[in-house]
């Protein structure tokens, strides 16, 4: 393995030096100009602006957020969808209706289509399908929730969100751990 690695290093150095340098390139001592030595780039005419080259991130929801946070986060996903035609559930608004098969949730998966890829916050990190540790988060959020007493709660199928109540619907679990959910998310994190 070791002679093989060295091997690729000689050719690639055997590729690439060759290419460095020649006695017609100005900068080089056969030139009488002062020698030129290879760099990366890292000025502001060869790099793209700042804007450009960063695309914009989603917001991400948090486990401390307040319901007021927590719309404000939401505003630009709303502002978004009402430009594009629907008008969404807003809390000092009367809105349309997304019936099944409706002109309205025509309208609102148009809207969709364009807001929630830019707006749409994303989930708190701990509960993000794309973190290799939500499931042992949720995992987790259960012990915690056992520990508070409530008898019937399990990791969903999908191995990160929270299923209470068991095959039963038993409603003192389900009401009890709906109860206790945010503060065991939140002892959990501290904790990580």
Do not use: H
Not at 40 to 59: D, N, T, V, Y
Not at 121 to 128: A, G, I, R, T
Not at 145 to 155: A, I, Q, W
Not at 170 to 183: A, V, Y
């Amino acid at each position: 393995m070791r002679r093989n690695a060295a091997l690729m290093f000689a050719a690639v150095a055997l590729t690439v030096l060759p290419g460095c340098g020649s006695a017609e390139e100005p900068g080089t001592p056969e030139s009488g100009a002062a020698p030129r030595v290879a760099t990366l780039q890292s000025g502001a005419a060869s790099a793209p602006s700042a804007a450009a080259s960063k695309k914009a991130e989603r917001p991400r929801e948090r486990l401390d957020m307040t319901p007021e946070e927590y719309e404000a986060l939401l505003e630009p996903y709303n502002k978004c969808m009402r430009e594009n035609g629907y008008n969404v559930v807003d809390s000092r608004k009367k809105a349309e209706v997304a019936v099944a098969g409706s002109e309205a949730e025509k309208k609102a998966e148009k809207a969709n289509q364009i807001c929630e890829p830019q707006f749409l916050p994303l989930p708190p990190w701990e509960k993000d399908p794309a973190n290799p540790e939500a499931r042992d988060f949720a995992l987790d959020v259960v012990k915690c929730l056992k520990r508070e007493g409530v008898k019937f709660v399990e990791v969903s199928e999908d191995g990160i969100s929270i299923a209470l109540g068991g095959d039963q619907n038993d409603k003192r679990s389900i009401t009890l751990g709906m109860d206790r959910i945010p503060d065991c998310e939140r002892e959990v994190a501290a904790k990580n």
